[in-house]
């Protein structure tokens, strides 16, 4: 019995088999990746992969990085002495190694610079946090002279601004009575009479102190004339 259920997964194993391979294979060799496959051959490699690679450096064709220290020291590195390269000429020169020294003491400086920097780094920030609580301090004593001050200019602007819009509100009216209608205070006619009302203002105001002047020149020469006639008499 169960040989017979074997024989019988085996056989719709190999009909499926069959029936994959004939739907497929003329798919695979149409696009001729099949014949791809058969006709390919590698080529063999010239290089022996059982020695290590020694680039010869006599040689046009290695590579100018090949021909370098560095590279030497990396095949060294690698492949130790049977890399053929001697080991003497792979350290750095005197020059170099001041070079190296140098770079070090900049960018990886000793543990007792690291301290020191960060001594100064701690003595910059406690003087900044000083000068700082210090600016606080001076702000702070300012503080009420600095409310005073800030609320006198408010006033200030308050009484401007209001002396502003009565100028305004006086100027519209005027101009209401001069032309017969209410005035835009952007439009040029208004403009012009609001010049001319300024030029008229100068014109009183100079005639004024004209006016002033004279009446004090008048009273200085009335006591300058009391003081002659009073004088002869007093002799």
């Not at 059982?50 to 095949?75: C, F, G, H, M, N």
Request: hydrophobic share 35%; glycine share 4%.
């Amino acid at each position: 019995m169960a040989a017979s259920v074997l024989g019988k997964r085996t056989a719709l194993l190999i009909d499926a088999i069959s029936f994959s391979l004939n739907t497929f294979a003329p798919r695979i060799s149409s696009c001729g990746v099949l014949q791809q496959i058969v006709s390919y051959h590698a080529k063999i490699s010239k290089v022996n992969v059982k020695e290590p690679y020694i680039p010869d450096k006599q040689s046009e064709r290695t590579p100018v990085w090949q021909k370098t220290a560095k590279y030497d020291r990396k095949l060294f590195g690698r492949y130790g002495a049977a890399s053929g390269i001697d080991p003497a000429k792979l350290w750095p020169t005197h020059s170099q190694l001041d070079e190296i020294i140098t770079e070090e003491k900049e960018w990886q400086p000793s543990l007792e610079q690291m301290l020191q920097n960060i001594t100064i780094k701690d003595k910059e920030l406690a003087d900044k946090r000083r000068a700082r609580e210090k600016l606080i301090a001076a702000n702070m004593a300012k503080m009420p002279q600095m409310v005073a001050t800030w609320r006198r200019e408010k006033r200030e602007a308050r009484v401007k601004q209001k002396d502003e819009k009565a100028k305004r509100d006086r100027l519209l009216a005027e101009a209401r009575e001069r032309f017969g209608y209410a005035m835009d205070p952007r439009s040029p006619k208004f403009q012009d009479m609001i010049k001319e009302i300024e030029k008229e203002e100068k014109k009183k105001k100079k005639l004024l102190k004209r006016r002033k002047k004279e009446e004090e020149g008048g009273q200085v020469t009335t006591v300058a004339e009391g003081a002659t006639a009073s004088g002869p008499a007093d002799s």
